[in-house]
């Protein structure tokens, strides 16, 4: 049973143009969303996080919008570069003491030169 | 600053044994998670550990295991290993209260 879902195993963008990368949940006790990006070889780097209280967090090219009724989130890069290409996991958690995030299966993105 | 040092990066174990993997948190921080990554998976959460307790626990057998030592290190095993064990294990350290983790770079479990 899946409470994060990222439906989209891959994406390719072209270089220049928005990328954007869907998550569900079905957790309605989640309340912080957090996520991260991994390169091959390397752990999972934060990118960008979100509160419930706020629908909208910016971060200079990555953006992340929350809608908490239809239990979506998705995060938008642009413009889109070749070093975005990686495997991206969306996260969440119930409140912010403990530390067992649900992470979704991830979403790997190819922005194509 | 050091990161979050996991060692061995590479493991190959046959069925039947156990493993122990290590893992080094940043300077300071007082919490590690592990998690299991599998492709199709994703990052499944093993268990956390802040000062020397576990606090929280995942959905794995009881032959997943961890410790947490007094200078905040973390060992995981698994005993009995299954090739369904096969993974990359992560293992990320916090400060302990907030949401941003560092994750190590992993240890890759292959079990023949």
């Known amino acids: 049973d899946q409470q994060v879902k990222q439906n989209s195993p891959s994406l390719s963008v072209q270089e220049g143009r928005i990328s954007i990368l869907n998550c569900d949940y079905t957790n309605s006790m989640f309340d912080y969303f957090l996520w991260y990006k991994k390169y091959p070889a390397e752990g999972p780097t934060f990118l960008i996080s979100?509160?419930?209280?706020?629908d909208k967090n910016e971060d200079g090219r990555f953006t992340v919008f929350l809608n908490k009724s239809a239990k979506h989130l998705s995060l938008h890069i642009v413009p889109s570069q070749p070093g975005d290409s990686a495997v991206y996991f969306c996260?969440?958690?119930?409140?912010?003491?403990?530390?067992?995030?649900?992470f979704g299966p991830g979403t790997r993105l190819s922005v194509l030169p | 600053k050091a990161g979050v040092t996991q060692t061995p990066r590479y493991l190959i174990k046959t069925r039947g044994q156990q493993v122990t993997l290590s893992c080094s948190p940043i300077s300071g921080h007082r919490s590690v998670s592990w998690y299991q990554q599998t492709p199709g998976q994703g990052l499944q959460f093993l268990f956390e550990?802040?000062?020397?307790?576990?606090?929280n626990k995942g959905n794995f057998p009881g032959r997943f295991s961890g410790r947490q030592f007094s200078n905040s290190r973390s060992e995981m095993n698994v005993s009995t290993l299954e090739l369904g064990d096969s993974a990359l294990y992560l293992c990320a350290s916090s400060r302990g209260g907030g949401q941003l983790y560092t994750f190590g770079s992993g240890t890759r479990l292959t079990v023949v």
């Open positions: 979100i509160s419930s209280i706020k």
């Open positions: 996260a969440a958690s119930q409140g912010d003491y403990g530390q067992n995030f649900v």
């Open positions: 550990y802040f000062s020397e307790t576990q606090r």
